[in-house]
């Protein structure tokens, strides 16, 4: 942001008394050349809100006659009817720490279930339904509601629904789509700058003004399908698909439960699975047990459980590696000679 901006918006939230601390000070240091800065230009016409010690002064004894009292009336009556026909709109971030599931029911009837390790925004506006998912992975049950288009920001993506029930992932290689019902539409986000909206730090793209008329053309993505977006942003922007089993749908899916499902995925594979879910980091150095495929299911944060089905069906022992109090211990994984092959 350019600098007299920045001033100008932080000036802009300052009190009288503060102002007038500021520009005191200011006045003494006017001539060291470090650090101060002339502020009397950046000033705003005025402030835009007042010290909390203010009070206004008290005022005399009301007169009421029936106009105002009638007036009022009428006033909370139409704010007592608009509470019952327009729910409150959701506005917040929300997060969960690893290993950790969140559902989060959203006013409109729609649904979210936040894997480990996910971080995501909500906005809601007369025009639209808007979610920004910064991390992790979320799976979305939408509720219909043709007049606020649900939409939800990943990276460069947006991802429209189309009345269904998809899931997104942010992983290390790009933006994974999984639709289980009905469409979607994902599109290019053409502004991923972010813009100010509000002083709490709130950031959104320009894209959650669009109107429900002036949705942008995209791919259309039918349920039992799945949608790839390469992270590297320095290529065209491309969506890959590809038919998906619904049993594969449904094992990708298991940690909703808290589970995780692998139907012949390698033992690196499953690591990095694992990983996601839990402080205790698995590590395989073994080049000959690293591609063995596995198969089974497993609590996502059993990491125990794990280590003792791979030692009992694969002869495969687990070693503490460096100090057991760390943050993140590691456990390097290794094939016992005397283990079965």
């Known amino acids: ?39 009397s230009r950046y000033l705003p016409e005025r402030p835009l809100r007042h010290p909390f010690i203010e009070r206004p002064p008290a005022p005399s004894a009301p ?50 279930a936040m894997n480990t390790q996910t971080r995501l925004r909500v906005r809601y506006s007369p025009h639209g339904r808007d979610i920004e998912l910064i991390e992790g992975e979320a799976l979305f049950w939408v509720a219909r509601d043709p007049l606020r288009p649900f939409r939800v920001h990943a990276r460069r993506t947006i991802v429209e629904a189309l009345g269904t029930q998809f899931s997104i992932y942010l992983g290390n290689s790009g933006t994974k789509i999984a639709v289980t019902q009905g469409r979607v539409k994902v ?39 799945e949608a790839r977006i390469s992270r590297d ?19 990708r899916l298991a940690w909703v439960n808290g589970n995780l499902f692998f139907k012949g995925e390698t033992l690196g594979e499953a690591v990095d699975e694992f990983n996601r879910y839990n402080w205790r980091k698995l590590k395989v150095t073994d080049p000959v047990i690293h591609d063995l495929q596995l198969g089974g299911e497993f609590e996502t944060t059993n990491v125990d459980g794990f280590i003792e089905a791979l030692n009992k069906l694969y002869g495969i022992g687990a070693m ?3 100090d057991p109090g760390s943050r993140e211990p590691t456990i390097e994984l290794r094939h016992r000679p005397t283990g079965p092959p």
Do not use: C
């Open 233 to 251: 942003s320095f290529t065209d922007f491309e969506v890959e698909t590809r038919r998906v089993e619904l049993d594969e749908l449904e094992r």
């Open 320 to 322: 503490s590696l460096g």
């Open 1 to 39: 942001m350019p600098f007299a901006l920045a001033l100008t918006l932080e000036l802009t939230w300052l009190s009288l008394e503060q102002r007038a601390e500021l520009e005191a000070y200011g006045a003494r240091n006017a001539t060291r050349r470090d650090n101060v800065v002339d502020i």
């Open 63 to 112: 007169r009421w006659t029936w106009a105002p009292v009638f007036g009022v009336a009428l006033a909370s009556l139409a704010l007592l009817l608009l509470s019952f026909t327009k729910p409150d709109l959701p506005t917040g971030e929300y997060l969960t720490g690893t290993g950790e599931h969140r559902t989060i029911p959203l006013a409109d009837g729609s649904r979210i």
């Open 187 to 225: 599109f290019e986000n053409l502004n991923p700058t972010p813009v100010i909206l509000d002083p709490n730090g709130l950031l959104w793209t320009d894209t959650v003004t669009l109107e429900a008329s002036q949705s942008p053309e995209g791919l259309v993505v039918s349920a039992g399908h």
